[in-house]
């Protein structure tokens, strides 16, 4: 994998700024950042890369806080791909969960019940709707999109410029832009129908990936103000050497090591090799209790009447 790099004096390019056609300098590439906070290219892991090598990348994308959709694209779209058997394209990729848009087959089967479009003689959908706050959606590649089709859920792919860009942010000056489709047909060749399981697993993926994020910029935090209480000096001493300040830095710390720890069980598969769900551990035998003594016979009783 081959990685661009973008030199720039700032540790976040402006999403209104940013400039799109740095990701495609190469079509086996993905952008990163070097500059004071981020002096090292972060690199876009093999799509077959186990889960910890995913994991860690995107912790170090967050970390160096890498203007690319890095955790998007290896802890989320990437693997929803493989699992159903549709080509990873090249270069950086984004996901769109949209469960809201209307969706109908292309080439409506005759059927004697439902409204026209509800089956199809094959997978070619028409769809209609906004696809909210994709991140990095003027960046990628191609998206990959979640959604209820009449028949149950499907999973399709989109390339962002056969739709209607409208570019957004979000608090950190990362894109976040909708895509307005209208009545666009894509393709059954890049269509695949999945359960209602793997769009629940979808969810939970984006949710790790921003998690791995998050647990990266803790640690970069924590780098940050151990490098700023150790040069700074106060009342001719470093601030690290005041206790409040040693007190507050520990809980940082703290903090910093358990979001790390929480983002590690979360990466950690639940199933057991025979698979899901996993086989409860049997419970523990019950302890054997000595066999009681024999009890002493009772004491024959005089019947005899006086």
């Known amino acids: 994998m081959n990685t661009h790099t973008i030199d720039t004096s700032t ?32 690199a876009l892991p093999a799509p077959d890369a186990p889960t910890a090598e995913l994991l860690a990348a995107g912790q170090e994308a967050g970390r160096r806080a890498v203007p690319a959709p890095l955790a998007e694209t290896a802890l989320v779209a990437r693997p929803l791909l493989r699992r159903v058997g549709l080509p990873v394209p090249d270069g950086p990729l984004s996901y769109a969960i949209a469960p809201e848009l209307t969706i109908r087959y292309a080439r409506p089967a005759a059927s004697p019940v439902g409204s026209a479009g509800c089956l199809g003689d094959d997978d070619t959908l028409l769809v209609t709707g906004t696809l909210r706050r994709v991140p990095w959606a003027r960046t990628a590649t191609a998206v990959t999109v979640l959604a209820a ?19 957004g942010g979000n608090l950190a000056e990362e894109p976040r832009d909708d895509l307005h489709l209208a009545a666009l047909e894509i393709p059954a060749s890049q269509v695949r129908r999945i359960s209602p399981e793997l769009f629940d697993e979808a969810r939970l993926r984006a949710a790790l990936a921003r998690a791995a994020l998050i647990a990266g910029a803790a640690e970069r935090c924590v780098e940050l103000t151990v490098a700023h209480t150790t040069a700074r000096t106060q009342f001719g001493r470093p601030l690290s050497r005041f206790q409040a300040v040693k007190q ?47 009890r002493s016979p009772a004491s024959p009783t005089n019947s005899t009447a006086p």
């Open 11 to 42: 540790p976040v390019i402006s999403a209104d700024a940013y400039d799109t056609a740095a990701f495609h300098a190469d079509a086996d590439s993905i952008a990163v950042v070097t500059n004071t906070t981020a002096p090292d290219a972060v």
């Open 248 to 294: 507050e830095e520990a809980r940082l710390i703290e903090e910093a090591a358990l979001v790390r720890a929480a983002v590690q069980a979360a990466a950690t598969p639940p199933w057991t090799p025979a698979g899901w769900p996993p086989t409860s551990p049997s419970p523990p035998p019950r302890p054997r209790h000595p066999p009681r003594p024999p």
């Open 149 to 167: 089709a009449p028949s149950g859920p499907v999973l399709f792919t989109l390339a962002p410029d056969r739709a209607v860009l409208t570019p």
